[in-house]
């Protein structure tokens, strides 16, 4: 007789499995079609049609391998997923006061330049270079701020969103 983790290892190399697998790199991969779209100038209601069709079909599709994947193999599939991404995630650690203001500043930096730009547009033309490198370099400042803070940084963050969230101050100050 056969345990239930024979079976979820056996769903998960079946062909079932990588049907599912190819269904969901399908629908992935189909969001390819909007800027080869674009680029072959193709007008802009037939890109919002199928941006549409693309959008209603990828639920389907979703359905569709979560189906033929089963319970079982779309549970493997996002353990799989959900446990790599678990391992990026910020490191429960104490952090220090120069490395949290160092993260504060990389954390707020980002956002109070996002929140001026409009003002300072329309206050002085042509003072802000507009150069999209900067706003990735200050997307991946704000990511990499989360990170430098540390996991506790982004329980609090959290915490914002939780209506019931006490604060607990540990500090004798």
């Given amino acids: 007789m056969s345990s239930p983790q024979d079976n979820t290892a056996a769903s998960s190399t079946g ?6 697998i190819a269904i969901i790199c399908l629908m992935l991969g189909s969001w390819l079609m909007v800027p080869l779209a674009a680029a072959a100038d193709v007008s802009g209601s037939k890109i919002a049609a199928l941006t549409g069709v693309l959008f209603i079909s990828n ?3 979703l359905i569709l391998a979560i189906a033929i994947m089963g319970k079982a193999g779309f549970q493997q ?3 799989s997923l959900f446990g790599y991404v678990s391992t990026l995630a910020p490191a429960d650690v104490e952090v220090g006061p120069a490395r949290h203001r160092i993260g504060l500043v990389m954390f707020c930096l980002p956002l109070i330049s996002a ?3 409009p003002y ?3 206050l002085w033309p042509g003072l802000r270079p507009n150069l999209w ?3 990735v370099l200050g997307d991946a400042m ?4 989360f990170f430098v803070l540390g996991g506790n940084f982004w329980d609090k963050v ?3 969103f939780i209506r019931t969230a006490r604060v607990v101050n540990t500090s004798t100050v």
């Fill in 142 to 145: 704000l990511i990499g701020s």
């Fill in 15 to 20: 062909w079932r499995f990588k049907v599912g």
């Fill in 115 to 117: 929140f001026l730009e």
């Fill in 133 to 135: 490198q900067l706003q």
């Fill in 77 to 79: 599939l996002k353990r």
């Fill in 59 to 61: 639920k389907i599709l």
């Fill in 158 to 160: 959290r915490a914002l």
């Fill in 120 to 122: 300072i547009d329309s």
